[in-house]
Nanobody
Framework: QVQLVESGGGLVQAGGSLRLSCAAS????????MAWFRQAPGKEREFVAA????????YYTDSVKGRFAISRDNAKNTVYLQMNSLKPEDTAVYYC?????????????????WGQGTQVTVSS
């Protein structure tokens, strides 16, 4: 099991940037595909981005392509989500998730470890 703690959320104006971090503990982090999900008020949690175990391949939902970038540093047991050109519709609680699998996943059921979430609010 991997324990995850997110940080970096906050309030930002539309067009601004934020960088989320997810610190992981546990021996299996470097073998785990990692992802970010988000849940807006009144909506279901949705996939945002994922990175394979070695950081070489990344995947994004269409609405964030070209604006968000996921990366990882296995030496620091940390995964990041750089969010640029933020829009009010990006407002949500963002969750970091770890999969027991090594390659790309975008279904919640494929992730066994979750962080507590960090709030991102984008004002218009």
């Amino acid at each position: 099991q991997v324990q995850l703690v997110e940080s970096g959320g906050g309030l930002v104006q539309a067009g601004g940037s934020l960088r989320l971090s997810c610190a992981a503990s546990g021996r299996t982090f470097s073998n785990s595909a990692m992802a970010w999900f988000r849940q807006a008020p009144g909506k279901e949690r949705e996939f945002v981005a994922a990175v394979d175990w070695n950081g070489r391949s990344t995947y994004y939902t269409d609405s964030v392509k070209g604006r968000f970038a996921i990366s990882r540093d296995n030496a620091k047991n940390t995964v990041y989500l750089q969010m640029n050109s933020l829009k009010p519709e990006d407002t949500a609680v963002y969750y970091c998730a770890a999969s027991p699998l090594t390659y790309y996943r975008n279904r919640e059921a494929d992730f066994g470890s979750w962080g507590q979430g960090t709030q991102v609010t984008v004002s218009s």
